[in-house]
């Protein structure tokens, strides 16, 4: 439909061609890594199923939170902006963020130089504080 039919059929609001362009960009964005979130997912359950140790926690915790997200998402745009609809996606992105971030660092440790233990506690401090910080406002 083009722009002049949605503005005609729904004149209360606009089509506001930047703001769809930026919403559209982040939806395939969002649906890009959801996907690779879904790949590393059932990648880590089959090398677990073919007896190779990997991690679990981290990818099935990302699967979760993505499908979260999406569901968030959509509140966001059918509930018209609530904040604290907009707050929790805001969480959950930092939180999906978070896991990535732990899932690099725990995969790759030996290349830090650190043992799993000391990372994961920084992990954890650092998602408590982005956390706190991003819910206090």
């Given at each position: 439909?083009?722009a002049?039919?949605?503005?005609?059929?729904?004149?209360?609001?606009?089509?506001?061609?930047?703001?769809?362009?930026?919403?559209m960009i982040?939806?395939?964005a969002?649906?890009?890594?959801?996907?690779?979130?879904?790949?590393?997912?059932?990648?880590?359950?089959?090398?677990?199923?073919?007896?190779?140790?990997?991690q679990?926690?981290a990818?099935?915790?990302?699967?979760?939170?993505?499908?979260?997200q999406?569901?968030?998402?959509?509140?966001?745009?059918?509930?018209?902006?609530?904040?604290?609809?907009?707050?929790?996606?805001?969480?959950?992105?930092?939180?999906?963020?978070i896991?990535?971030?732990?899932?690099?660092i725990?995969?790759?440790?030996?290349?830090?130089?650190?043992?799993?233990?000391?990372?994961?506690?920084?992990?954890?401090?650092?998602v408590?504080?982005?956390?706190?910080?991003?819910?206090?406002?």
């Amino acid at each position: 439909m083009p722009a002049s039919q949605a503005n005609q059929a729904f004149p209360e609001r606009p089509l506001e061609k930047g703001k769809a362009w930026k919403e559209m960009i982040h939806r395939y964005a969002a649906e890009t890594l959801g996907l690779l979130i879904l790949f590393l997912t059932i990648k880590s359950w089959v090398l677990r199923a073919k007896g190779k140790p990997g991690q679990l926690l981290a990818p099935n915790m990302l699967l979760v939170m993505v499908i979260f997200q999406g569901i968030l998402g959509m509140w966001t745009v059918t509930w018209l902006l609530k904040p604290v609809v907009v707050t929790a996606h805001l969480l959950g992105g930092m939180i999906i963020l978070i896991l990535l971030y732990w899932l690099t660092i725990t995969a790759f440790h030996p290349l830090f130089g650190c043992k799993s233990s000391k990372i994961t506690l920084w992990i954890v401090a650092s998602v408590a504080l982005v956390f706190a910080q991003i819910a206090l406002g």
